[in-house]
């Protein structure tokens, strides 16, 4: 069970939020190539460990978030709004 | 070692059971082997199996981290069926169910495979239209499908709430091939017919780390020492992004969490296995009685075979929606299990990037089912360096050739599928 604190509405049970993806993936330059693409769409680090993923607060502000999250005992250790800078710990 | 009969089982009783033997042997790891399938489930024992009995290559190990059949192998709802849209997957899921129809004979084990039926409700025109797609599919392709209208659903599953107030039933896809098999005896049943032709299966070694030289696999690192091989087969569901990272590259999979449950065990109630359309759900009786049920995904990325209380409750809600007598009923217990999620919902049984390393992974919530196709097909494609056709179209390059095998349609989201 997951409790989130969103920057804008408090701490918030996770049934308010919907999870969006690894927040770490960039988007290329368009001219960048189907590699890059092909990338970008599909291949994931997938880390067992934190990972700072994008969290919509559906249930409350609506706003997309990121969290630094632990894949393996789910602690949340931070939240910010979208363009705030949040980086996962080395290993 | 001895075969398993009923005469064998008359004879071990008057002689006050002391002739048994260990199913398979306590291996421990030697310098090198021809092939190291990693991952002690189902699918892995499933690989070396098949390697040794179809391939004739039986200097094999097989390394697992815990126990055998301690992970999604021992995790999941034992549900079997080969109920897909796409010729891609119908034709592989159909040449598992064939296996898994004869698999008490060619390993010699009791599976407790029971062909008893798998009906997918539908509860609106278009549900029924897609279901009617499916299985016309199916029949085009030789698998068998009848379409079932309401009475036919009343009769075969009586415990269904037809009238339901906001998602009346219409009729459901029934697949009457498909059933349920014991999950534990199916990773059983394979260690001992892998390890009687010789395979070694060594529990409580864990890979720390791959030998890689010259873009081709040499070997593993593991808590056990270094064991080479020339040839090294994945089977490691929900762990393969952090083994394929140890050997240098990514892969289109995120791992997701998926609960299933059982509840107090009850009088024969539903002798068929039964779908929800409205919501996620599906549910089975064991031998024991317990209803065992499961839904969807947690919705986020977890390595930590734990789910969580909001999804319990969804579950516990979409199997009362279908069947309101559920709400007597106590659960009993509830487990996760880790699931390769990948982006189209399709599995990989391929080579990798790493010359001589294969996979058989991204299995999602749906690998059961597969597992003797899944070990067969990784097999040849082990033994050949190439793949059979029946996963060729299972490569992890598929989205670069825009091949997607999205049975669902939900684009690339590996949460959604």
């Given at each position: 069970?997951?409790?989130?604190?969103?920057?804008?509405?408090?701490?918030?049970?996770?049934?308010?939020?919907?999870?969006?993806?690894?927040?770490?993936?960039?988007?290329?330059?368009?001219?960048?190539?189907?590699?890059?693409?092909h990338?970008?769409?599909?291949?994931?680090?997938?880390?067992?460990?934190?990972?700072?993923?994008w969290?919509?607060?559906?249930?409350?502000?609506?706003?997309?978030?990121?969290?630094?999250?632990?894949?393996?005992?789910?602690?949340?250790?931070?939240?910010?709004?979208?363009?705030?800078?949040?980086?996962?710990?080395?290993? | 070692?001895?075969?398993?009969s009923?005469?064998?089982?008359?004879?071990?009783?008057?002689?006050?059971?002391?002739?048994?033997?260990?199913?398979?042997?306590?291996?421990a790891?030697?310098?090198?082997?021809?092939?190291?399938?990693?991952?002690?489930?189902?699918?892995?024992?499933?690989?070396?199996?098949?390697?040794?009995?179809?391939?004739?290559?039986?200097?094999?190990?097989?390394?697992?981290?815990?126990l055998?059949?301690?992970?999604n192998?021992?995790?999941?709802?034992?549900?079997?069926?080969?109920?897909?849209?796409?010729?891609?997957?119908?034709?592989?899921?159909?040449?598992?169910?064939?296996?898994?129809?004869?698999?008490?004979?060619?390993?010699?084990?009791?599976?407790?495979?029971?062909?008893?039926?798998?009906?997918?409700?539908?509860?609106?025109?278009?549900?029924?239209?897609?279901?009617?797609?499916?299985?016309?599919s199916?029949?085009?392709?030789?698998?068998?499908?009848?379409?079932?209208?309401?009475?036919?659903?009343?009769?075969?599953?009586?415990?269904?709430?037809?009238?339901?107030?906001?998602y009346?039933?219409?009729?459901?896809?029934?697949?009457?091939?498909?059933?349920?098999?014991?999950?534990?005896?199916?990773?059983?049943?394979?260690?001992?017919?892998?390890?009687?032709?010789?395979?070694?299966?060594?529990?409580?070694?864990?890979?720390?780390?791959?030998?890689?030289?010259?873009?081709?696999?040499?070997?593993?690192?593991?808590?056990?020492?270094?064991?080479?091989?020339?040839?090294?087969?994945?089977?490691?569901?929900g762990?393969?992004?952090?083994l394929?990272?140890?050997?240098g590259?990514?892969?289109?999979?995120?791992?997701?969490?998926?609960?299933?449950?059982?509840?107090?065990?009850?009088?024969?109630?539903?002798?068929?296995?039964?779908?929800?359309?409205?919501?996620?759900?599906?549910?089975?009786?064991?031998?024991?009685?317990?209803?065992?049920?499961?839904?969807?995904?947690d919705?986020?990325?977890?390595?930590?075979?734990?789910?969580?209380?909001?999804?319990?409750?969804h579950?516990?809600?979409?199997?009362?929606?279908?069947?309101?007598?559920?709400?007597?009923?106590?659960?009993?217990?509830?487990?996760?299990?880790?699931?390769?999620?990948?982006?189209d919902?399709?599995?990989?049984?391929?080579?990798?990037?790493?010359?001589?390393?294969?996979m058989?992974?991204?299995?999602?919530?749906?690998?059961?089912?597969?597992?003797?196709?899944?070990?067969?097909?990784?097999?040849?494609?082990?033994?050949?360096?190439?793949?059979?056709?029946?996963?060729?179209?299972?490569?992890?390059?598929?989205?670069?050739?825009?091949?997607?095998?999205?049975?669902?349609?939900?684009?690339?989201?590996?949460?959604?599928?």
């Amino acid at each position: 069970m997951l409790r989130i604190p969103c920057p804008h509405c408090g701490a918030r049970d996770e049934v308010e939020f919907t999870y969006r993806g690894d927040a770490t993936v960039a988007r290329p330059a368009p001219d960048a190539g189907t590699d890059a693409f092909h990338d970008y769409l599909y291949l994931r680090r997938n880390p067992r460990g934190w990972q700072v993923e994008w969290w919509q607060h559906h249930g409350g502000c609506r706003a997309f978030l990121k969290v630094l999250r632990h894949t393996v005992t789910h602690e949340v250790r931070g939240v910010v709004t979208a363009t705030g800078a949040l980086e996962a710990p080395q290993a | 070692m001895a075969r398993y009969s009923g005469l064998r089982v008359l004879t071990e009783g008057l002689r006050g059971n002391s002739g048994w033997k260990p199913a398979w042997r306590k291996a421990a790891p030697r310098p090198s082997y021809d092939v190291i399938v990693v991952g002690g489930g189902g699918h892995g024992l499933a690989t070396a199996f098949y390697l040794a009995s179809v391939h004739g290559i039986t200097n094999v190990a097989v390394v697992e981290r815990g126990l055998v059949g301690q992970g999604n192998t021992g995790r999941n709802t034992t549900i079997v069926r080969s109920n897909y849209l796409f010729p891609e997957n119908n034709h592989f899921y159909e040449h598992a169910l064939k296996l898994w129809e004869g698999l008490e004979q060619s390993l010699n084990y009791n599976v407790m495979m029971s062909q008893r039926g798998v009906i997918n409700l539908f509860h609106n025109d278009a549900q029924r239209n897609a279901a009617l797609r499916r299985g016309n599919s199916m029949r085009l392709n030789g698998i068998d499908a009848e379409l079932l209208d309401r009475d036919g659903v009343k009769a075969m599953c009586p415990i269904v709430d037809l009238d339901n107030g906001r998602y009346p039933v219409m009729g459901g896809l029934l697949q009457r091939r498909g059933g349920t098999a014991r999950h534990d005896a199916v990773a059983w049943g394979f260690a001992h017919a892998a390890d009687a032709r010789g395979v070694d299966i060594i529990e409580h070694c864990e890979v720390t780390g791959m030998i890689v030289e010259g873009g081709a696999i040499q070997g593993l690192r593991t808590t056990r020492g270094e064991i080479r091989a020339p040839k090294v087969g994945l089977a490691v569901a929900g762990s393969t992004s952090t083994l394929t990272a140890m050997a240098g590259f990514d892969v289109p999979i995120e791992t997701h969490l998926l609960q299933a449950f059982v509840s107090e065990g009850l009088k024969p109630l539903i002798d068929c296995v039964v779908t929800f359309g409205a919501g996620h759900f599906y549910v089975s009786q064991s031998d024991k009685g317990g209803l065992v049920f499961g839904g969807g995904l947690d919705g986020y990325p977890s390595y930590g075979q734990r789910g969580t209380l909001p999804t319990a409750e969804h579950v516990y809600a979409a199997g009362v929606s279908m069947i309101p007598a559920l709400g007597r009923l106590r659960g009993l217990r509830s487990w996760a299990g880790v699931m390769d999620m990948t982006p189209d919902g399709s599995p990989y049984i391929c080579k990798t990037p790493v010359r001589g390393l294969y996979m058989t992974a991204g299995w999602c919530y749906g690998g059961f089912k597969a597992t003797p196709g899944s070990g067969w097909c990784h097999a040849w494609t082990i033994a050949k360096d190439a793949p059979h056709r029946l996963n060729a179209a299972h490569t992890l390059d598929r989205f670069r050739e825009g091949r997607m095998l999205d049975e669902r349609g939900n684009g690339p989201f590996f949460w959604a599928q």
